[in-house]
């Protein structure tokens, strides 16, 4: 019955499907074309994900159906087509794969099965069973409101503990981060003298943690849309050199300049696509893109813009536009010019006797690209200058800056319903969201502990045992390649106000610094080393041997350029400001 049910069903799709391989072994393009006819539209792009649910009595005519599908697609003369019985044989063996089209669901199991760890398992079962009793704990309101400190610390040393070993327990940091912010918010409102004082505390710290947020999703928004456009080729096409030598330095000083406008991780994003338009795989441009992560956390360190954590120090106040830009550019050049100098040395580089092939791309800008990429990098560039005239937040004039910008592509692209990709919801749909909310529940965390006032204890400790501000924010740098930078530099702003250490005082410009670059000693150690090893499948003990030591070597040299700039009171030139500026 079930043969007798499938013959007498048959589509006119599978109809013609049949008799064509009946009389013919090779269909013709005609034949496609009137199986394509027939079809609807919709129906041929959901064939992939029908494919590998149907059941077994008709999977075999389903799949033949498909390939015949996609033979008629192809605008050139079909292949020969095997007989039958092969081309069945062969069918079953494609269910295994899935193309970019299948859901999510196919993909996340075939990759289970193929990834699975029973070693994993276990440090995830750990990991669980730690944070139930820590909530457990938590639970006895007793025990917590007497011993809220060590309760909190306790909290935030396993959750940090599981955001540091994400890729071997397999959570993912945000949900971590998220988890681990309201638990000690929790604590901290049973250790609090009153519940209204803990509301208040709260409400204090996410007025603070959505500024960072809002300029965050703004900023990524509008990052987005040039990109879409294709707007960064107006950068990239201007490299034509295949000098391995040359290459190095140009990579390395486009990205530096790039960060600045940018923030480091888009930078590293758009760089590393780059390197595949111009340079084939090979050990070389492993390199280059450690040149990437170097260049563009060093860019990111001399401007409000440029990385999130001197977003966080100039958006709280610890530090001012011109004046973090006109100190710390020379030490952040530094930081650069030393590694790409080094590594100019190394047989890698020397070695290659000839230039490298060019692999570029043919990619074309969408319509009024050059237009958008403008409006959108002057946008980022005009924040500052927002801030400076109004004296507003700047995730204010982040958002004016992404209005604009809506309201220009909605114009510019009205009517064209095959460019939807190259609006801002589409945009929206494709920021890096989960990071956004990384960088929310770390703040929240940090800011329980300040509230608590542990932070002011660390601080008080390590004033007492080192007493080198200059130390302190060398080793704050040096724990960043361990330890994200955004805790880090959270938690010392909590340990260390504006009376300790005024506006642009040394302090928060080398912390600044030191944070930025500081991470780029490990790849694990910034936003956008960890981009870069996910990208071109980088080995950490690969960056460990290549890598580490120009960046450490850097990181010195730039620290000791800060010093001698500082003691020696050198300086940019001043840039003079204008009268209706009040100030930066």
Known sequence: MAALSIGTHLTPLQQQLKTSSLHSPSPSITSLSSLHSVSPPTFTSCVCRIKTSRSLGNGVLARAEDKARDSSSVPHEAPQQPNNDKQFQDLPSTSGSCDPLCSLDETSSQDFEATYQPKTDFLKALAVLAAAVTGT??????????????????????????????????FNKSGVGLLMAVSLWIIRSIGAPSTEIAVSELSHASAEVSEIVFFLLGAMTIVEMVDAHQGFKLVTDNITTRNPKALLWVIGIVTFFLSSILDNLTSTIVMVSLLRKLVPPSEYRKLLGGVVVLAANAGGAWTPIGDVTTTMLWIHGQISTLQTMKSLFIPSAVSIAVPLALLSLTSEVN????????????????????????????????????????????????????????????????????????????????????????????????????????????????????????LIASAIGV???????????????????????????????LVAYCAGTGGSMLVIGSAAGVAYMGMEKVDFFWYLRKVSGFAFAGYAAGIAAYLAVNNLHISLPTIPQAPFLPGS
């Open 479 to 509: 724990v960043s390649a361990v330890i994200d930078n955004v805790p880090l530099v959270a938690a010392t702003m909590g340990m260390y106000d504006l009376s300790s250490f005024p506006q642009d005082s040394e302090f928060w410009q």
């Open 137 to 170: 704990v938590a639970i006895n309101h007793s025990w917590v409101a007497a011993n809220q400190d060590l309760a909190m610390a306790l909290l935030f040393v396993i959750g940090y503990a599981g955001i540091i070993f994400e890729e071997s327990l397999a």
């Open 351 to 470: 070695g290659k006797g000839q230039d490298i092939p060019n692999v570029m791309a043919t990619e074309q800008m969408a319509p009024r690209g050059q237009l958008v990429f403008s409006v959108g990098i002057g946008a980022l560039i005009f924040v500052p200058v927002f801030k400076a005239v109004t004296g507003l937040p700047p995730y204010m004039g982040m958002l004016l800056g992404l209005g604009v910008l809506w309201i220009l592509t909605d114009a510019i692209h009205y009517g064209e319903s095959e460019r939807q990709r190259l609006k801002v919801p589409q945009a929206l749909s494709r920021i890096d969201t989960q990071g956004v909310l990384f960088f929310l529940g770390i703040l929240l965390s940090v800011s329980s502990l300040e509230a608590a006032g542990l932070l002011r204890e660390l601080a008080n400790y390590l004033d007492a045992h080192i007493p080198n501000v200059d």
